[in-house]
């Protein structure tokens, strides 16, 4: 009877309802006293807790934070993306005035990645090979830098403003658990090549500590 009054109470607690449901089911009320005692909870893998969704909702470029701002309502003219919460309209403010850090960071975005492209119904479709990857590139895309493929002389097409640009894929550097980071050199239309990267937080900016790497610029 304990148990059963305990699992009733639990079903109707406002702090322990289910989000998506929008309730509470108690499926055995033998576990009562166990779930009181839990401390931890492990899992195999950052999947199981996020559902291997990501959304792009934050940036900092050139040391100015963008996305808390929430003022932009109308998005007639954006293209209709996934993993993208982003409503900041300094950033689309800035970027029209032709703020280059901005420009940069998307081309960053859409250019650093292993994606592949698929055409359905007229429509580039992106195959990543995880949720993060997938949101940062729909966000450049979302923001008017359309990764739209790679073409058999191995370049990588991005759309920015109406115009095509060509970037000679050089050299993918593939993530992995040491390294905890990816980039790609290439080759811009001015015939400069360059790094991009991106990964663990704790790595890119010891890396971009000028103090350790004079040769950076």
Do not use: W
Request: aromatic content about 10%; glycine content about 6%.
């Amino acid at each position: 009877m304990v148990k059963l009054i305990q699992g009733t109470v639990i079903s109707k607690d406002k702090k322990m309802i289910h989000k998506v449901t929008g309730a509470t089911t108690v499926q055995s009320s033998n576990l009562n006293e166990e779930l009181g005692q839990v401390e931890y909870v492990f899992s195999d893998k950052t999947g199981t807790l996020t559902q291997n969704y990501m959304e792009f909702r934050k940036l900092i470029a050139n040391a100015v934070p963008y996305g808390d701002d929430r003022s932009l309502d109308n998005l007639n003219g954006f293209p209709e993306v996934t993993n993208v919460n982003f409503r900041d309209a300094n950033f689309y403010r800035n970027l029209k005035n032709g703020e280059k850090s901005l420009i940069d960071y998307l081309f960053s975005l859409a250019l650093c990645h292993t994606i592949i492209t698929e055409t359905k119904n007229g429509e580039i479709e992106y195959n990543a090979s995880s949720p993060d990857e997938l949101a940062l590139a729909n966000f450049a895309r979302f923001s008017g830098c359309k990764f739209i493929g790679i073409d058999e002389d191995n370049n990588m097409m991005v759309e920015f403003r109406e115009k095509q640009y060509k970037y000679k894929l050089l050299q993918v550097l593939e993530f992995n658990s040491k390294r905890k980071r990816m980039s790609v050199i290439l080759e811009n239309p001015e015939g400069e090549v360059i790094l991009y990267c991106k990964g663990a937080d704790s790595l890119i900016i010891e890396r971009m500590d000028e103090s350790k790497n004079p040769s950076l610029k």
